[in-house]
């Protein structure tokens, strides 16, 4: 436990980090984002290039005075959408290499024996060395990635993901890396991890800003390319490190594949998990010595119609909650659950009004903060 020092404030560490894509925390203004307890939030380069351009950021006053976000903020480095545009949406897989994470119908080929061939299980060890993702191409040098907005190519090496994150204007910036896909053999995955270690090298050259640069441990679930990987980036200059990547078969390898690697880097340097952090991952996450990590599912949840409470997820969607007249959580003190009840919630996401959408992203967001808090204090009374 400790804190962070930004040039926009303090944060106090473990946190979650939510997530603002393109400078928004989805369905919030910044005011009620920072209602919810929020210290710091993560936007994205790769969107924010594309849509409005870091010019129109910069043009601003820089992204905190641009969406009026006083506190603390980072933006990642591009490299997830190297994994995300690319063989993750080849294969239609996330972080995770466990079967219910890999969805078969989202990869193309497996259909073309026709509509009764059996599907073949996906297995790691699928993508190797010299394999290219449909629609980028990686190269020593960097990525050429097709825009989903217009389809126009665009090059993102380690040099343009920092000019750009220097036009943001971000308290903490990322290095680009490639982040692997969970398919990837071992030499893939070693081979891909010169191209992270090159990357921030150059990354950590070209910066001219006064802004924290993070570089980014790869390694993906193999145990010595990960402790190479801390080893090497650890040594580096860096003012805090981010851990990306596939995390395992599941949740359990998850923790241990985060201890080898938290257990190499430089103890006194603040350690950012990308993109983990379901309420069942946190008490890992944080016993692990892991600062601050980043995760969409309270906001990504909320906007499905589902709400994190003491007694579980709850599908406001579900009819039965019409009848419901008491709050998301009778133990909750956001100002959603003091003014609104499910009876309500329900007949706004039936009645498709936006606004519903609204509370429960309030309410997620609050909870899991409030989740956070409860696992420190458990921690700081020896609970756990
Ligand atoms: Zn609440």
């Given at each position: 436990m400790g804190v962070l020092e930004t040039s926009h404030g303090v944060v106090e560490t473990p946190c979650l980090v939510p997530v603002?894509?393109?400078?928004?925390?989805?369905?919030?203004?910044s005011k009620e984002v920072e209602q919810t307890k929020s210290q710091i939030l993560i936007a994205n380069t790769f969107w924010l290039h594309l849509r409005p351009g870091e010019k129109i950021v910069d043009k601003a006053g820089g992204i905190h005075k641009f969406m009026n976000w006083k506190k603390p903020l980072m933006t990642d480095s591009a490299g997830y959408q190297v994994f995300s545009l690319g063989f993750g949406k080849d294969f239609g897989v996330?972080?995770?290499?466990s079967a219910n994470q890999i969805?078969?119908?989202?990869?193309?080929?497996?259909?073309q024996g026709g509509a009764h061939s059996p599907r073949k299980n996906l297995l790691a060890d699928e993508i190797r060395v010299g394999q290219q993702p449909k629609s980028l191409k990686i190269t020593p040098d960097g990525v050429f990635f097709r825009s989903p907005i217009n389809g126009d190519e665009l090059f993102i090496g380690p040099k343009e993901s920092i000019k750009i994150q220097e036009k943001i204007g971000a308290d903490i910036i990322f290095a680009f890396d490639e982040c692997t896909?969970?398919?990837?053999d071992y030499n893939y995955v070693k081979k891909s991890l010169e191209k992270t270690h090159k990357w921030a090298k150059t990354c950590l050259k070209s910066k001219k800003t006064k802004q924290s640069l993070y570089g980014i441990v790869q390694g993906s679930r193999f145990k010595d390319l990960r402790l190479e990987s801390a080893k090497f980036i650890g040594k580096m200059d860096f003012d805090g490190f981010g851990i990306g990547g596939e995390f395992g078969k599941d949740k359990k390898t998850m923790g241990q594949m985060v201890q080898w690697v938290v257990d190499e880097l430089p103890e006194k340097k603040p350690r950012h998990l990308l993109g983990v952090g379901y309420l069942e991952d946190m008490e890992l996450i944080i016993k692990s010595g892991v600062d601050t990590f980043d995760c969409t599912v309270p906001t990504h949840y909320a906007r499905r119609g589902i709400a994190f409470t003491s007694e579980g997820k709850l599908n406001?969607?579900?009819?039965?909650?019409?009848k419901k007249n008491e709050?998301?959580?009778?133990?909750c003190t956001c100002s959603v659950c003091l003014n609104y009840k499910k009876d309500y919630i329900c007949h706004l996401l039936r009645a498709k009004e936006i606004t519903a959408l609204k509370l429960i992203t309030f309410h997620n967001l609050w909870y899991f903060n409030n989740f956070v808090d409860d696992i420190k204090l458990k921690i700081k009374e020896g609970k756990i």
């Open positions: 603002a894509t393109q400078a928004v925390v989805k369905t919030l203004e996330g972080k995770f290499s969805f078969p119908a989202a990869r193309p080929a497996l259909s896909p969970p398919l990837a406001l969607n579900q009819i039965k909650f019409l709050p998301l959580d009778k133990n």
